[in-house]
């Protein structure tokens, strides 16, 4: 009989381990597919704000268009940013991720729009 309160006690703490590792893990996945949402976001944003800087009406629609395609407003990447901005480490590794998508779409850009011929 005791032994088998053991056993319970050791199965329902290795439980609540994993459990606890599970939830974790969730968490940091949706964390990452956040900022990723949020990132690709302000990056499209930014670079069109720079194509378009010379029409500024033309920006607000392709805005419009990019915010719409993630089902995002203006409202809710200020409240983004307010909350991660309270945070340093979030917000460092945000814009990490800012850097490589905004580098990673103007290579991509200038590779369609420049031809090099060899």
């Given at each position: 009989?005791?032994?088998?309160?053991?056993?319970?006690?050791?199965?329902?703490i290795?439980?609540?381990?994993?459990?606890?590792?599970?939830?974790?893990?969730?968490?940091?996945?949706?964390?990452?597919?956040?900022?990723?949402?949020?990132?690709?976001?302000?990056?499209?944003?930014?670079?069109?704000?720079?194509?378009?800087?010379?029409?500024?009406?033309?920006?607000?629609?392709?805005?419009?268009?990019?915010?719409?395609?993630?089902?995002?407003?203006?409202?809710?990447?200020?409240?983004?940013?307010e909350?991660?901005?309270?945070?340093?480490?979030?917000?460092?590794?945000?814009?990490?991720?800012?850097?490589?998508?905004?580098?990673?779409?103007?290579?991509?850009?200038?590779q369609?729009?420049?031809?090099?011929?060899?």
């Amino acid at each position: 009989m005791r032994y088998g309160r053991i056993i319970a006690v050791i199965i329902i703490i290795v439980a609540a381990y994993y459990g606890y590792s599970f939830v974790k893990k969730q968490i940091v996945t949706e964390r990452e597919k956040m900022f990723h949402r949020y990132a690709e976001v302000i990056s499209e944003v930014s670079l069109a704000a720079e194509l378009y800087r010379e029409k500024p009406d033309s920006f607000l629609i392709v805005r419009d268009s990019i915010l719409g395609r993630h089902n995002l407003t203006i409202d809710s990447i200020e409240v983004f940013k307010e909350r991660l901005s309270r945070d340093n480490r979030q917000w460092a590794e945000v814009w990490e991720k800012i850097k490589l998508i905004t580098d990673s779409l103007a290579d991509d850009y200038l590779q369609d729009t420049i031809r090099i011929e060899p």
